[in-house]
Nanobody, 120 residues
């Protein structure tokens, strides 16, 4: 069993900042790529940012220059620092991770999601 638990969402004013965290736990041998996605009602889930095990990053155009993804491999945790937040960033944010379990099975796992609301 592998669990991803997100934290750090909430209500913030436009222009404000939040930091999301996502901690993995369970029967994990290694974690490859990790990422953050977001979804609003009626729309498909979309990639926000991703990071490889060695720290290479990829961002959606709509967050470049505002969001920063990072990870701590020892803590099996991925972070998303979000600055200059806009109302259109309002969404449920999900983390995911490509995990090699101790049974040597590679699978993608998702967190339960955390709500981010940007509003004055």
């Amino acid at each position: 069993q592998v669990q991803l638990v997100e934290s750090g969402g909430g209500l913030v004013q436009p222009g404000g900042s939040l930091r999301l965290s996502c901690a993995a736990s369970g029967s994990i041998f290694s974690i490859y790529d990790m990422g953050w996605y977001r979804q609003v009602p009626g729309k498909q889930r979309e990639l926000v940012a991703a990071i490889t095990r060695d720290g290479s990053t990829n961002y959606a155009d709509f967050v470049k220059g505002r969001f920063t993804i990072s990870r701590d491999n020892a803590k099996m945790t991925v972070y998303l620092r979000m600055n200059s937040l806009k109302p259109e960033d309002t969404a449920v944010y999900y983390c995911n991770a490509d995990v090699l379990t101790i049974r040597t099975i590679e699978e993608t796992y998702w967190g339960q999601g955390t709500q981010v609301t940007v509003s004055s």
